[in-house]
């Protein structure tokens, strides 16, 4: 098993230093890279750290869907330290005996983690460094000499629906007949957008997105030219110590103009029927993906139908936790509850099934999850939701958005919800921004 080669060095930042923007500078200097950012976002109380930022690679994994896990666990025997990277939806494949392998927009692998070679955490006016590279204090040094040189957008970014408006009438109308014959009770439905984008500063677009959206998942990932720009609000599973949640996210409402407005728009939510159904649905399925590894009575909801506020959006959150035996594998764990029901429905298998057939492109690392192992045998993963993917080589900048479609569900409020979950990726890019509706 590999361990660092040396301690973590802990230095203190001058006064109104502008560490974020320095952190994203320092990934230019490198082809793999992880940011994971809690935007000063306490929504699920304080984070562990305001940013992680894992730069080059020291040793790296990457799997397709078939024995991802298994290879996996022995990246993980290999390195017990940090090791960071992301699980995509095609994953389902190797978890259930599905097939579905139509193409996403931007291609990255079913599995890929890695040890970085330099590991920063910024926390208040504190950066620990540890480095398998070169010395601590030589980074620092590094650090406080960035200056920001971000470059904004110049051209209009059109982005092309990858289905029409009537197809997804149409399909979220299939969705439902499905419902009503009792095939399913809840199906995430998602569609991409995909732009021409040339010689796009991803690090601009990431500090633009993490400012309108302040999302306490957010990640900056880039590998070998492809990036994922990803303001999540969704934790999908954490362990520490012996206790594993999950917090699944169903329901979605626009914030308010004013302060009136807002607390009128929240009690809607709270409210809702038809997102307390969906959110329901999931804690059932959430709570039967935890039960096999779980200790007998030791699966809990600790909050149902909680409404949490973020920049853009309220949404309704449920927690669920329960207790691991010694001995319990967390792979496993990640295993089985992957992938998270909130992104495919219930019941999961067959929801999965009907998401292959109608769906008109591959999610690929969308619906995935993006996280880390740590040293203490933590492990915390996000949802990749409300992210941009983009690929310079061939210049092109994906953004997907979904919902849950119950019996119920209104066809054309469905896209409009969709097109409200990307508003503030849209955001991010100003006036530069349209969409072909």
């Not at 080669?5 to 082809?31: C, H, I, N, Q, W």
């Not at 590991?119 to 010395?135: E, H, M, R, Y």
């Amino acid at each position: 098993m590999s361990v660092w080669s040396s301690e973590s060095v802990t230095f203190f930042l001058p006064e109104g230093f502008p560490v974020r923007d320095a952190l994203l500078m320092m990934t230019r200097s490198y082809r793999h890279f992880a940011i994971l950012d809690s935007c000063g976002n306490a929504a699920y109380g304080p984070p562990a750290f305001e940013m992680m930022c894992a730069l080059g690679c020291h040793d790296a994994m990457a799997a397709g869907a078939g024995t991802a896990f298994d290879q996996l666990k022995a990246f993980r025997q290999k390195h017990g330290d940090w090791i960071f990277g992301y699980c995509s939806y095609n994953l389902k494949n190797e978890i259930e005996a599905l097939s579905g392998e139509k193409k996403s927009d931007i291609d990255f692998p079913d599995m890929l983690f890695f040890v970085p070679e330099i590991l920063i955490q910024w926390t208040g006016n504190q950066l620990s460094i540890s480095s398998k590279a070169v010395p601590p204090a030589f980074i620092f040094e590094r650090i406080l000499a960035q200056v920001w040189t971000g470059a904004a957008l110049s051209n209009q970014v059109v982005l092309q629906p990858g289905e029409a408006r009537e197809t997804y009438l149409e399909r979220v109308d299939a969705i439902r007949k499905h419902i009503i014959d009792g095939d399913i009770y809840e199906l995430n439905y998602c569609q991409s957008f995909l732009a021409t984008v040339q010689h796009l500063d991803t690090a601009w677009l990431y500090r633009e997105v993490s400012r309108y959206a302040k999302a306490p998942f957010s990640v900056y990932f880039g590998w070998e030219g492809k990036t994922l720009i990803c303001a999540s609000p969704e934790r999908f599973l954490r362990i520490e110590g012996n206790r594993v949640s999950s917090y699944p996210v169903k329901g979605t409402i626009r914030r308010g103009a004013t302060p009136e407005e807002d607390k009128s728009l929240k009690e809607q939510l709270r409210c809702s029927e038809k997102d307390r159904a969906e959110n329901v649905m999931i804690v059932d399925l959430v709570r039967n993906d935890l039960t096999p590894f779980a200790k007998t009575g030791s699966v809990r909801v600790e909050e149902l139908f909680s409404i949490y506020s973020f920049e853009q959006v309220h949404q309704m959150v449920s927690v669920i936790s329960a207790i691991l035996p010694d001995g319990v594998n967390q792979i496993d764990v990640l295993r089985r509850a992957f992938p998270m029901g909130s992104m495919t429905g219930a019941p999961k298998v067959r929801a999965m099934e009907l998401i292959d057939a109608l769906e008109s492109k591959g999610r690929g690392l969308y619906s995935g999850a993006f996280g880390y192992f740590g040293p203490q045998g933590q492990l915390d993963f996000n949802v990749i939701i409300r992210s941009f993917l983009y690929d310079e080589a061939i210049g092109k900048l994906s953004v997907s958005a979904g919902g849950a479609i119950v019996y119920d569900s209104d066809p054309a409020q469905e896209y409009e919800e969709c097109l409200l979950k990307i508003s503030g990726l849209l955001k991010a890019l100003g006036n530069q921004a349209a969409i072909i509706r």
